[in-house]
């Protein structure tokens, strides 16, 4: 069973940047597709950012290249450097890891941007 434990949120001002990890413990991560996902309050959660074990790369479409994925497999964390904020950027961030049938979530890690 894994766990993951997201930290790097807060608030910042429009224009700037924030970098979230998330730590894995329980697995090592090298065979797991990790993701960033976000969600606002009455709304589903929204995919934002993909690695898969390859470190093959998607965004989302409102991405636009502000954000980058990363993973450090040796040390079973996954980054997400976010640039270039904006309001709307403005969620919980939670952190996912999959393989086969396998899902697992953190808790989430605030990000406000105003």
């Known amino acids: 069973h894994v766990q993951l434990v997201e930290s790097g949120g807060g608030s910042v001002q429009v224009g700037g940047s924030l970098r979230l990890s998330c730590v894995a413990s329980?697995?090592?991560?090298?065979?797991?597709?990790m993701g960033w996902f976000r969600q606002v309050p009455g709304k589903g959660r929204e995919a934002v950012a993909a690695?898969?074990?390859?470190?093959?790369?998607i965004y989302g479409d409102f991405v636009e290249g502000r954000f980058t994925i990363d993973r450090d497999n040796a040390r079973s964390t996954v980054f997400l450097q976010m640039n270039s904020l904006n309001s709307d950027d403005s969620a919980l961030y939670f952190c996912?890891?999959?393989?086969?049938?396998?899902?697992?979530w953190g808790q989430g890690t605030q990000v406000t941007v105003s």
């Open positions: 996912a890891g999959s393989w086969t049938l396998e899902k697992y």
């Open positions: 329980g697995d090592t991560i090298g065979r797991y597709c």
């Open positions: 690695a898969d074990a390859d470190r093959r790369t």
